[in-house]
């Protein structure tokens, strides 16, 4: 009996101690998600029971401790987090207030501006209008003292003209005479001058034209012979091209087919047509075009106009 209360009041002992520990951490703690402890045993379990509750005790303590410690990292972190965002917050709000008042400033910058824009244009109109009366009033006068001027000078030679009229008059018919006939003479010598002046040039721009247009007349019969050698030439090439896939039998011998072939720019055969010949030689020449796929033709513009739509005699060829 004694042996057994000497193990059940130490035990008893660590457990209460434990409890209030354990009470008073979990005080600190959230306690959303309280974990139970641990009940103690009975008074009456062996010694090596007594131990192996201890460590879960212990074990339970240091778990509450890292979670406390998890629980107060976490808090800081998130108190941390609404601080920057105030921040944040903050900032942007200054930030756009000082953009109101920037905006505002320009804009009553800009009233302030308009405004003397308006008054300086107001006042430019003004004085513009004044300058204008005040011209306007000195050419008024201006002209009335000229009036004056004229009629005074007017009257002071109204005498001396009278005495000279006739001999005035007779001197200015005269003068108007010899200028009219100077007038006539400078006239008829400048249209004569001015017909020569035509003449010459007509005579030579039609020499010009002449010689352009044989120069032309040249160069296109040059051209056209070109043109007609390298047609000679690429039709026998073409020829040459249906007759190496011609199919040919006995029965074609001394026949002929004449067919109008389409090309493309590339020398692609677009189109091929029977005009009239032997109906053999026809299918078999037909057969040779669609075979060759493509015909040789020339890459200069003029001579494939000549050729995009050709005419061909096929007539089989025996070795």
């Not at 009996?1 to 959230?30: E, N, Q, R, W, Y």
């Not at 303590?61 to 629980?71: F, H, N, R, S, T």
């Not at 930030?95 to 920037?102: A, D, F, G, S």
């Not at 030679?157 to 005035?168: D, F, S, T, Y």
């Amino acid at each position: 009996m004694a042996g057994k209360s000497d193990f059940t009041v130490p035990f008893i002992i660590s457990a209460v101690l434990h409890i209030g520990v354990i009470a008073i951490l979990a005080m600190g703690v959230d306690f959303q998600d309280k974990p139970k402890l641990p009940t103690p045993q009975a008074q009456s379990a062996p010694v090596q029971a007594v131990v192996v509750d201890q460590q879960k005790v212990d074990d339970y303590v240091q778990k509450l401790k890292q979670d406390k410690a998890a629980a107060e990292r976490r808090e800081r972190e998130r108190q941390q987090e609404l601080d920057r965002k105030a921040n944040e917050a903050k900032k942007a709000r200054e930030q756009e207030q000082e953009r109101i008042r920037k905006l505002e400033v320009e804009r009553k910058q800009k009233e302030l501006e308009t405004q003397k824009a308006a008054d300086a244009a107001k006042a430019a109109k003004l004085k513009e209008q004044q300058e204008k009366e005040k011209a306007q009033k000195a050419e008024a006068e201006r002209k009335a003292k000229e009036q004056q001027r004229k009629e005074a000078e007017e009257a002071a030679l109204k005498a001396e003209q009278k005495r000279k009229a006739e001999e005035a008059a007779a001197k200015k018919a005269e003068e108007e005479r010899k200028r009219k006939e100077a007038e006539r003479k400078a006239k008829e010598e400048a249209e004569r001058k001015r017909k020569a002046e035509d003449e010459a040039r007509r005579r030579q721009e039609q020499e010009l034209a002449d010689a352009l247009a044989a120069e032309q007349a040249a160069l296109s019969a040059t051209r056209n012979r070109q043109v007609m050698s390298e047609v000679d030439r690429y039709r026998a090439m073409i020829t040459a091209t249906i007759q190496r896939n011609l199919v040919v039998d006995e029965s074609m011998r001394g026949k002929v087919c004449k067919v109008k072939v389409r090309l493309a720019k590339d020398g692609f055969v677009t189109n091929s047509q029977i005009i009239e010949g032997d109906p053999v030689v026809c299918r078999a020449a037909k057969a040779a075009i669609n075979k060759a796929g493509r015909l040789p033709v020339s890459q200069e513009p003029d001579v494939y106009q000549l050729m995009k739509e050709i005419n061909l005699q096929v007539r089989p060829e025996f070795n």
